[in-house]
């Protein structure tokens, strides 16, 4: 009786070093996956936390078990340690896999109540299910308001076109090496572009940066190309005066934009464009330099990124009631709706909007586009709660 209490006594105690193995093993990986997915806000691989788990055995079998036969002078494994290894890299096993769902579940539950899981696009991580992030363009491509449209050779090289970017990228990231990759090798000016998480693209729209005179003209006013003789040194922004080529007679003031030999091109009033003959000789007398913001605003926002757009604001409207300052795009002036207070530039950001008011803003294509949709769409309690 003694004998076969001993028997179960020795058999019980490598079950339950086996069973102190797998809790080991279900530890580490359940502090893995809840590691990796507070991190990266996203599950772990299944393969590589189970490793994790396979490591704290291994690092037990090497230290207890054979380790152990070697340095008592064993010359083989007994039957006993190889049992005893296989069944505690199964246990251990499994219980990784059984960790690896637990960490998970209590990282998604931990980030859901700290709001994390709400990350914005320059923290959350593009979900990439391979070792590179594929981005695949779509069909139809749309054009960018306010800008050039690109020619439709263009848009049929782009449309379908499946582009890779590295993992690891965050959706900010990915955003802006696609809209470089796009401007760079299609020569494209503008990119209007939406990413979902896992970097699929449901919105593209391009357009070709704004050329030519036209869009630099203020308004009421002409380009003309007449017949002088410009003043030394005298470029592109000057202020100039037309006279006749006798010089008695002032025709009109007017912006040199560009010469080429004795033609010259000036920008002018359109009412005095009838005072100049294309047949006739002009002199041009230039001016001192005076302080044009008007020219300097035109000249900066061609460069940039950005373009204006003006916005109407739907009295039924989330941005009706809103104020200035909650709008994450620049508001430059607010017109009213009875038109008689005139417009109001440079609005404080306390300042409220109201319906039927006009909202002049600068802001890139997707934020001009995001304010549009706003500005246009019923206001519902949904939509006003968010």
């Not at 105690?13 to 997915?37: C, D, E, F, K, Q």
């Not at 294509?365 to 769409?377: G, I, K, Q, S």
Request: aromatic residues 4%; negative net charge.
């Amino acid at each position: 009786m003694i004998a076969l209490q001993f028997g179960v006594a020795e058999s019980a105690a490598p079950i339950g070093n086996i069973a102190g193995i797998a809790v080991a093993a279900g530890l580490a990986a359940a502090v893995s996956a809840l590691a990796y997915r507070w991190y990266a806000t996203q599950r772990a691989p299944t393969g590589a936390i189970v490793l994790v788990g396979l490591g704290v055995v291994a690092a037990y079998l090497n230290t207890q078990t054979a380790l152990g036969q070697v340095i008592e002078g064993a010359s083989t494994i007994s039957i006993e340690a190889a049992a005893f290894n296989i069944g505690a890299v199964l246990a251990g096993a499994g219980s990784s896999a059984v960790g690896h769902r637990t960490g998970d579940r209590v990282g998604v539950a931990l980030l859901s109540r700290s709001g994390m899981d709400t990350f914005d696009d320059l923290t959350r991580v593009v979900r990439a299910g391979g070792r590179v992030i594929r981005v695949e363009l779509p069909a139809e491509i749309g054009d960018v308001v306010g800008y050039d449209p690109v020619d439709p050779e263009t848009k049929e090289a782009l449309a379908g076109q499946s582009l890779l970017f590295p993992r690891g990228l965050t959706v900010a990231q990915l955003r802006e090496r696609l809209g470089s990759r796009l401007k760079d090798d299609y020569g494209v000016g503008h990119v209007d572009l939406e990413l979902d998480a896992d970097g699929t693209v449901t919105h593209l729209a391009v357009g070709r940066r704004i050329a030519g005179l036209g869009p630099t003209l203020p308004p009421e006013s002409v380009a003309v190309a007449i017949r002088a003789d410009p003043s030394y040194a005298a470029g592109p922004g000057d202020l100039v005066q037309i006279w006749s080529e006798g010089g008695t007679q002032r025709r009109c003031n007017a912006e040199l934009r560009a010469t080429a030999g004795e033609v010259v091109t000036v920008a002018i009033d359109a009412a005095d464009a009838k005072k100049l003959g294309p047949d006739e000789r002009y002199r041009l007398v230039t001016l001192a330099t005076d302080a044009r913001p008007d020219r300097e605003f035109v000249s900066l926002l061609r460069a940039a990124d950005e373009t204006m757009g003006v916005v109407d604001i739907n009295p039924e409207s989330a941005l009706a009631g809103a104020s200035v300052g909650a709008l994450d795009v620049t508001v430059v002036a607010v017109v009213s709706a009875s038109h008689d207070s005139g417009i109001e530039t440079l609005p404080a950001g306390e300042r409220v909007l109201s319906g039927g008011e006009s909202i002049y803003v600068i802001a890139a294509p997707d934020e001009l586009r995001t304010v549009e949709t706003a500005a246009a769409a019923r206001s519902t309690p949904d939509s006003e709660s968010s």
